[in-house]
């Protein structure tokens, strides 16, 4: 039998906790047989989600924390005030070696203190980072980082190079991933003061695979694997990709619902376009890691549903399996 792979769910955190939550981490329980669950929250509440569904009871524990942290509440009071929140308990879990991985919805920057502050960083690291998977024309590209560092340094952005190509390379599966770092254009002479800096130290950067610099617009045409920012940049890139993507979708629904000569092409075409539009969904990739924590730290967006909650349960499966931590200790450490 394989061996079970340990996840702590903040079942508290985001907007439609404990819900969506508890339906995604049964599903996920549901859908293989090497994951054990511990839901971190309101026990009452839990119990009574958990009671709609059938699943195998020794997979999914429940660990009562009767304080939640909040989306509006500083992230460093927060984490400082409530030991003995869903998030802060989750993550001690993980620190002490209770659970493999710890997954929420809840505050991202209470969920970045903590995962420096209660988790720690792999020796070596200066500074973890976040990082979503988000859909290309040839697949999947790895933004990082979207949400940890706003005001980054040129040596922590060759670490999330070296990070991100780790992750790439064994969970995604892409070999020898290309690494860009995010410009106003393509020439090595562009761009502020840190990606001037920033490029000599990728190019020269060992065990990475830098191509140089990638505008936005090349971003969905998959000209990148791994794309290499600071946070305000990279988490404005996230937000526009998403708010684009959910636009186009709303008015390619419209339009087909216009009429009834639109209504007969949209029953035509709707196997092909329910494919293409998945492949842009972004909940099928499930959360964005932080990497270079010493235990996986996966972050959901605040609005996640069930089927974000059970593809970022099984993405943790899979970092562990494949040992990404030790990789990246390998590589920077």
Same mark, same amino acid.
């Given at each position: ?36 669950? *511990? ?75 903590? /995962? ?27 933004? *990082?980082?979207?949400?940890?560092? *706003? ?47 920033? #490029? ?84 099928? #990739? ?36 494949? /040992? ?10």
């Amino acid at each position: 039998m394989a061996e079970l792979v340990r996840i702590a769910v903040d079942a508290m955190g985001g907007d439609n906790a404990p819900g969506e939550i508890v339906k995604g981490a049964v599903e996920s329980v549901n859908s293989r047989g090497d994951i054990r669950l *511990v839901l971190t929250g309101r026990e009452e509440l839990l119990r009574a989600e958990l009671g709609k569904y059938t699943y195998d009871a020794e997979r999914i524990d429940v660990v009562h924390c009767e304080e939640v942290i909040e989306t509006a509440e500083h992230p460093v009071m927060a984490i400082r005030a409530k030991k003995q929140s869903s998030m802060v308990v989750g993550m001690n879990m993980v620190k002490r070696g209770e659970a493999d991985a710890f997954v929420s919805a809840g505050n991202s920057g209470a969920l970045l203190v903590g /995962g420096q502050v209660v988790v720690g960083r792999i020796k070596g690291v200066e500074r973890p980072a976040m990082a979503p998977l988000i859909p290309t024309e040839k697949g999947v590209a790895l933004l *990082v980082d979207a949400g940890g560092n *706003v005001d980054a340094r040129p040596s922590h952005l060759v670490q999330f190079a070296q990070m991100g190509s780790v992750y790439m390379e064994n969970v995604v599966g892409v070999e020898h991933p290309r690494v860009a770092i995010l410009n106003i254009g393509a020439e090595e002479e562009k761009g502020n003061a840190l990606v001037k800096e920033t #490029y000599p130290l990728l190019r020269e950067c060992p065990g990475i695979h830098f191509t140089g610099s990638i505008e936005a617009r090349e971003i969905p045409h998959g000209g990148a694997d791994v794309i290499v920012c600071d946070a305000f940049a990279g988490n404005i890139v996230l937000k526009l990709y998403e708010g684009v993507a959910s636009t186009l979708i709303s008015k390619v629904k419209e339009g087909l619902m216009s009429s009834l000569r639109s209504k007969i092409g949209a029953l035509l075409i709707k196997p092909a376009l329910k494919k293409t539009l998945k492949e842009f969904d972004a909940s099928q #990739y499930g959360g964005a890691p932080l990497l270079g924590c010493r235990g996986l730290v996966v972050k959901m967006h605040g609005s996640s549903t069930a089927v974000e909650v059970k593809n970022a349960i099984l993405q943790c499966v899979l970092f562990k399996q494949q /040992g990404i931590n030790e990789k990246i200790m390998e590589h920077i450490g």
